[in-house]
């Protein structure tokens, strides 16, 4: 059992970050993102007849070491918390958003686990809402079993309200 985890006991439930080895994925899923925009900008060079043989290696160099920077940047900046009345996740700094969902508004909960997850013990936890707007709050890069403890976990608090 993680810190984390053990810490979910607690009233005062601090925010929590990701665990350290869910860097590497947002650093390569970002990084992927960044050589995609590369092709285009490396079409242009061909286009415009502009040196494509020392171009596109610098181009796809530079926007997949950027996408790997903003990647990281976005796992610093990615929190989550449970309490006694739901989930909360946030991120970003620039552009922060935080989602709160109350216990009472989860309608199902569902873990996925990708190739490259499971490969670092890391699970894409997503809590189905009620609501049409935003009705899924997808949180990835969360340890294996941290997601494991907080479905459970929300599922208890569901069937409490469920019973009451």
């Not at 996925?112 to 809402?129: C, F, N």
């Amino acid at each position: 059992m993680t810190d984390a985890v053990a810490q979910l006991s607690d009233p005062s439930s601090q925010w929590r970050p990701l665990p350290p080895r869910a860097k590497t994925l947002f650093a390569l899923s970002h990084g992927a993102v960044g050589l995609v925009f590369a092709i285009p900008l490396v079409v242009l060079s061909l286009v415009f007849h502009v040196a494509p043989w020392l171009i596109a290696p610098l181009l796809a160099i530079a926007t997949t070491g950027l996408g790997a920077m903003i990647g990281i940047k976005r796992f610093r900046s990615t929190g989550w918390r449970l309490d006694d009345d739901g989930f909360a996740y946030r991120r970003g700094r620039m552009w922060f958003t935080e989602t709160r969902v109350p216990a009472s508004r989860v309608q199902h909960l569902d873990l996925r686990h990708g190739p490259l997850e499971r490969r670092w013990k890391l699970a894409t936890l997503v809590i189905h809402t009620a609501g049409s707007k935003m009705s899924a709050v997808s949180v990835t890069g969360l340890d294996a079993e941290d997601a494991e403890t907080l479905r459970d976990r929300l599922a208890r608090q569901i069937e409490t309200d469920d019973a009451l």
